[in-house]
């Protein structure tokens, strides 16, 4: 027995730890700080997130001192602060992505009737087969092929018909094309 004594004495290097609490608040702050930084840094990866709640925790503990430097361990105090901030804001920060990913934008009404409105402006200007042409294949997204075979007319004509219609929108300074 006094061999595996022995043995535990050798490998258990570590530094008496002093259980006598700081006295003030300043002291405690100037021995935990940096060794809170560095814990809250190798969680968050994050200088700034790290600095925040490091901030965050030691104002809570300075606002509890009383308390919180009566107790046997401040700094494991500190670290549990510090590590529920840490949750906190990374629960907060799931829930708003969550609540994120299904807002769209709402539609103006008046906006889309302005938007109708100058779409068919534009459009009246055309002739009616420049018309057909362009709202199959840009409103509609269809082929030239299948836009032809829907009009009775070749694929060639229908991207003839297309060409003349954009290039007469563009000339009437309706459209935003370059």
Same mark, same amino acid.
């Given at each position: 027995m006094t061999d595996v004594a022995a043995r535990e004495a050798e490998?258990? #290097? +570590?530094? *008496? /730890?002093? =259980? #006598?609490p700081p006295t003030s608040f300043e002291e405690f702050f100037h021995l935990e700080r940096d060794r809170l $930084?560095? =814990? /809250? $840094?190798v969680i968050t990866?994050?200088?700034? @997130? +790290? @600095? #925040? %709640?490091s901030q965050d925790a030691f104002a809570r503990v300075? *606002?509890?001192? #009383?308390?919180?430097? &009566?107790?046997e361990n401040p700094a494991g105090y500190l670290h549990r602060t510090a590590m529920n901030l840490f949750r906190n804001r990374y629960r907060r920060a799931l829930l708003a992505a969550r609540r994120g990913v299904g807002i769209t934008k709402q539609e103006d009404a008046f906006e889309v009737v302005d938007d109708r409105h100058v +779409?068919?402006? &534009? %459009?009246?200007?055309l002739t009616p087969r420049q018309r057909a042409a362009i709202?199959? !294949? @840009?409103? %509609?997204?269809? !082929? &030239? *092929?299948? +836009?032809g075979s829907m009009l009775g007319i070749r694929a060639a004509t229908v991207r003839a018909l297309h060409f003349q219609a954009r290039s007469a929108l563009k000339n009437s300074g309706r459209t935003n094309d370059a």
């Open positions: 490998w258990n #290097d +570590a530094p *008496e /730890m002093s =259980v #006598d $930084f560095r =814990v /809250m $840094f990866k994050n200088r700034h @997130e +790290a @600095e #925040d %709640l300075w *606002e509890r001192w #009383d308390s919180v430097g &009566a107790m +779409a068919r402006q &534009a %459009l009246s200007s709202v199959l !294949t @840009e409103v %509609l997204r269809y !082929t &030239a *092929e299948e +836009a």
